[in-house]
Structures are given as structure tokens and as C-alpha cells.
């Protein structure tokens, strides 16, 4: 069991740039999950998937992300027109539906840097 | 909207010592959660609290639930160095669907 990874690990970006962040969730998980994080925080919940469908998305999530999980296993998460303000931890998490728990196992991160 | 709140914020503590880091929240909770998290590092699961008066423990942590208070509490018990991280709490209610909600998190510095 290899479980949740994410890439990159870290990423510099110019203000205005596009970027996109990948999660690869544990293999039998179908709940895949998207937070924030920033000093000092706990994680903010971005959006949700189970299997392929986005479930919920926050209503704090501008129009410049989005999310998607186009086979139900990987999922991508892009920023467009990255503003200083998007620097922070991007943190992924996969469970399992009727596991009784819903324990969410997190990915290291994705740190982002916009200059 | 749900609130989860944490205190202490930071807790500095001698090693061999007890102590009891509180979450409340501000709603109906399904499942309460709490999280390690060390500096640089990603978070790693400790506990699920499913019901009134769930209590859990491993090794020198040891977890409680108490939902009509709307309370969880993280009991330390002889710390030892190795415990120094950070504590975030988390809730689940089935207004929220699957949304979890983070406290603040609670630094926790044990020293020898």
C-alpha cells in the first residue's frame, strides 16, 4: 500500500501563471478530497469527489480552480491566473464510502510559491 | 457555519507532565477526528470519535467525546519529546455533507 501521493512536492510560480497539482489517492478509496492549508491553519476544505463526480465544491473556491477526477482514481486540481494570496500547502485526501469510519488519509502536500 | 475551535493554541510542557488540549464545535456532530501533524509533514490520522461518550486510546494519547457539549478532548499523559507536533481536530455532520471541518490546531512543545 503505497498511499496518497501528490506532485509536485513543491512549486514556484510567477503571478498570473497556471498551475496544476495532481493526487494519486489510495487504490481502493473512491472518496478523493481537496484542502488548503496556510501557516498556522488547520486545512480548509476546497472540493470533494466520490469516484468521478464532484460532489461539493466551497464556496470559498473562486472561479479560478478546478478540480477533476476524470476516471475516479487520479484527480488534478489547476489555478489559473495564480495571485499571491493562492500560496499555501494544497493538501489531498482519499477514504473509503461505508468504511463506518470515513477515516481521510492525507497526501505529503503541494506546496505552492507565487511570486 | 460550522465553528471548531481549539485551545490551547500553543502548549509548552515539561516532559512526564498531563494535559488536556479541548475542541469544541459549534454543531451536530456525526464524527470528531484528531490529527498529528509535524512541521513540514502532512497529517497523520490518530483517532475517530463516532458517539457520545466514545472514548480511544493509544499509548500516551488518549481521546473523548462528549456530544451534548459539543467537546472532544486530547489527553496527554507523561509526555514524552516525541510528542511535540500539532493537534488538529476535526468534525463531520450531516449538514455538511462530507466537509471536514479543522480547528485552529494546538502546537504542542514538550520539553525534557
Known amino acids: 500500500d503505497t498511499g496518497v501521493s501528490q506532485d509536485p512536492r513543491h512549486k514556484i510560480t510567477k503571478r498570473g501563471q497556471n498551475v496544476t497539482f495532481r493526487c494519486d489517492p489510495i487504490?481502493?478509496?473512491?472518496?478523493l478530497y481537496w484542502y488548503r492549508q496556510t501557516l498556522g491553519q488547520g486545512p480548509e476544505f476546497l472540493t470533494y469527489?466520490?469516484?468521478?463526480?464532484?460532489?461539493?465544491k466551497s464556496r470559498l473556491l473562486s472561479d479560478r480552480f478546478s478540480a477533476e477526477r476524470p476516471k475516479g482514481s487520479f484527480s488534478t486540481l489547476e489555478i489559473q491566473r495564480t495571485e499571491q494570496g493562492d500560496s499555501a500547502m494544497y493538501l489531498c485526501?482519499?477514504?473509503?464510502?461505508?468504511?463506518?469510519?470515513?477515516?481521510?488519509?492525507f497526501g505529503p502536500g503541494t506546496r505552492l510559491t507565487v511570486l | 457555519e460550522l465553528k471548531v475551535e481549539q485551545n490551547p493554541l500553543f502548549l509548552s510542557m515539561q516532559e512526564g507532565k498531563n494535559y488536556t488540549i479541548y475542541c469544541n464545535y459549534s454543531?451536530?456532530?456525526?464524527?470528531l477526528y484528531w490529527y498529528r501533524q509535524d512541521p513540514g509533514k502532512s497529517l497523520e490520522s490518530l483517532f475517530v470519535?463516532?458517539?457520545?461518550?466514545a472514548v480511544k486510546q493509544e499509548g500516551r494519547l488518549m481521546a473523548s467525546l462528549d456530544t451534548k457539549a459539543r467537546l472532544s478532548t486530547l489527553h496527554i499523559t507523561a509526555a514524552v519529546h516525541d510528542l511535540s507536533a500539532t493537534y488538529f481536530c476535526?468534525?463531520?455532520?450531516?449538514?455538511?455533507?462530507?466537509?471536514?471541518?479543522f480547528g485552529t490546531g494546538t502546537s504542542l512543545t514538550v520539553i525534557p
Open positions: 485526501a482519499s477514504s473509503l464510502a461505508g468504511s463506518g469510519t470515513d477515516t481521510q488519509y
Open positions: 487504490s481502493e478509496h473512491n472518496r
Open positions: 469527489f466520490q469516484n468521478e463526480a464532484q460532489l461539493e
Open positions: 454543531t451536530t456532530s456525526d464524527r
Open positions: 470519535l463516532l458517539s457520545n461518550g
Open positions: 476535526a468534525v463531520v455532520t450531516s449538514f455538511t455533507g462530507n466537509q471536514f471541518y
